[in-house]
C-alpha cells in the first residue's frame, strides 16, 4: 500500500513540474518557503535552512562526481551545487560505493536526499520517493554519454524540500543548464580509439616529467595531475614543440609570456612547466571570486585565449542579463557563439579535453603509481 502512495505520489510531482511554464514554476516554488515555516519543525526543508546546509549522498558514478584532489566536479554534482546555492546553504556532498547505502541513508535521516541510478521499484520498496536528475532530459544525458538512470531520492514525496528540488531541475532542464552541463561532461569527448594511444603517451611521457610536474605544483598548491593533463593537451608532453603561431614547449608559452613568468628557454622541459604553472597559478588568482570547481574552467579558458579574451565574453554575458561568473552561462555563450568564432570553438575543445584526460589519469590506478 505504502509503495503505490509512493508511486502516486512521484508521478504526480513529476506531472505537476513537467507540465508548469517556467513563470509558474519559479513562483511555485518561491511560494514554498513560506509554507515551511508552518509546517513540521521536523521536515527536510527546515532542517536545511535552519543548519544553513544540504547533506547529499551519492553513488560514485563517472555522470555524478568526480573527485579531483580536494575539489570535485560532475554533471550530477554540479547541478546539486547550484541547488544548494539556490538555498543559499552549503552543500556537504559524500560518496559511497552503492545505492543501497545511499538509500539507507536517506530512509535513516543521514542524508537529506541521495543521487542515485537505483530503479523506482528499488527506491520505492524501501518506502522512499524520487524523481528524474533531469525531469526527464534523457537525450541530453544518452548522447554525451552519461547514464540516464540518475535520480534524486528522498524520505518524503510531501516535503518542501522534495518540491523545491524538483522545481528547481525542472526549471535547470527549461532554461538549458541540463543540456549545457551533460554537453560539458561528455563522456564522449575524446573518440574511444584514441585513448589507446593517449594512455601509451601519458605511459611513456609522463614519468620523465613527473619531478618538475610535482615540484612546480606543490610550488603553486596544485595538483600536478592537472598540471600534466593541461601540458598533454598543449604539445602531448612533447618539450620540442612548436605551433605554427610560435608558441613552443610543454606548455606552449607565447614568447610573450614566457619572459614574463622568468622563461628563458621555452623548450627546457622544467621551465615551461614553471612558466605554465606560474602563469596558470596567476589565472586562478584572476577568478578568485569564482567558486570551484568553476574557477578553474575559466582559469583554463583564460591560459588559452587571454583573460582579455575572457574579460569580454563576460560583459556581453552581463549585458545579457545574465551572472557572468556562472561556468554554465559562460560556457553556453561560447557554445552558441562557435561558428562566428573559432577561438571560442578551441576553448571548448581545450577546456573539455583537459577535464577528460584529468579523469583518465585520475581513474587508472597503473598512472597514478607513475
Request: charged fraction near 20%.
Amino acid at each position: 500500500m505504502r509503495s503505490s502512495s509512493l508511486s502516486g505520489s512521484r508521478r504526480c510531482l513529476n506531472s505537476i513540474f513537467n507540465s508548469l511554464p517556467l513563470k509558474t514554476l519559479i513562483l511555485s516554488t518561491a511560494l514554498i518557503p513560506f509554507y515551511s515555516i508552518n509546517a513540521s519543525k521536523t521536515n527536510q526543508y527546515n532542517a536545511v535552512v535552519n543548519s544553513s546546509k544540504l547533506t547529499v549522498v551519492a553513488v560514485a558514478n563517472p555522470s555524478i562526481v568526480f573527485k579531483d584532489g580536494q575539489y570535485k566536479h560532475g554533471f550530477a554534482y554540479d547541478l546539486v551545487n547550484d541547488y544548494a546555492q539556490n538555498l543559499n546553504v552549503k552543500l556537504d556532498f559524500k560518496t559511497v560505493p552503492d545505492n543501497a547505502t545511499a538509500l539507507k541513508m536517506v530512509a535513516q535521516g543521514q542524508a537529506n536526499f541521495a543521487i542515485t541510478t537505483a530503479t523506482m521499484q528499488t527506491v520505492e520498496a524501501k518506502q522512499l520517493t524520487s524523481f528524474s536528475a533531469t525531469c526527464g532530459d534523457f537525450t541530453s544525458l544518452k548522447k554525451n554519454g552519461l547514464n540516464t538512470e540518475l535520480n534524486w531520492v528522498f524520505k518524503h514525496a510531501d516535503d518542501p524540500l522534495t518540491a523545491t528540488a524538483s522545481g528547481f531541475v525542472c526549471q535547470s532542464k527549461q532554461n538549458g543548464t541540463i543540456q549545457q552541463l551533460a554537453s560539458f561532461y561528455n563522456r564522449n569527448v575524446v573518440k574511444k580509439d584514441d585513448w589507446n594511444i593517449i594512455q601509451r603517451d601519458l605511459s611513456n611521457r609522463m614519468p620523465i616529467y613527473q619531478a618538475s610536474f610535482k615540484k612546480t605544483a606543490q610550488q603553486y598548491n596544485l595538483d600536478w595531475h592537472f598540471l600534466a593533463a593541461m601540458g598533454y593537451q598543449e604539445s602531448y608532453l612533447k618539450p620540442d614543440s612548436v605551433s605554427p603561431t610560435g608558441v613552443r614547449g610543454i606548455m606552449m608559452l607565447t614568447n610573450q609570456t614566457a619572459k614574463a613568468m622568468g622563461v628563458s628557454n621555452r623548450t627546457d622541459p622544467a621551465q615551461s612547466i614553471q612558466g605554465g604553472a606560474k602563469y596558470f597559478d596567476m589565472m586562478l588568482s584572476r577568478y578568485s571570486h569564482i567558486p570551484n570547481p568553476d574557477r578553474h574552467w575559466f582559469a583554463l579558458v583564460a591560459y588559452n585565449m587571454g583573460p582579455g579574451a575572457v574579460d569580454g565574453v563576460q560583459k556581453r554575458i552581463k549585458a545579457q542579463g545574465k551572472d557572468p561568473n556562472n561556468w554554465i552561462n559562460f560556457y553556453e555563450y561560447l557554445t552558441r557563439n562557435q561558428a562566428q568564432n573559432g577561438r571560442y570553438k578551441q576553448a571548448i575543445h581545450y577546456v573539455t579535453r583537459i577535464r577528460a584526460y584529468l579523469e583518465h589519469i585520475k581513474s587508472d590506478p597503473k598512472l597514478l603509481e607513475i
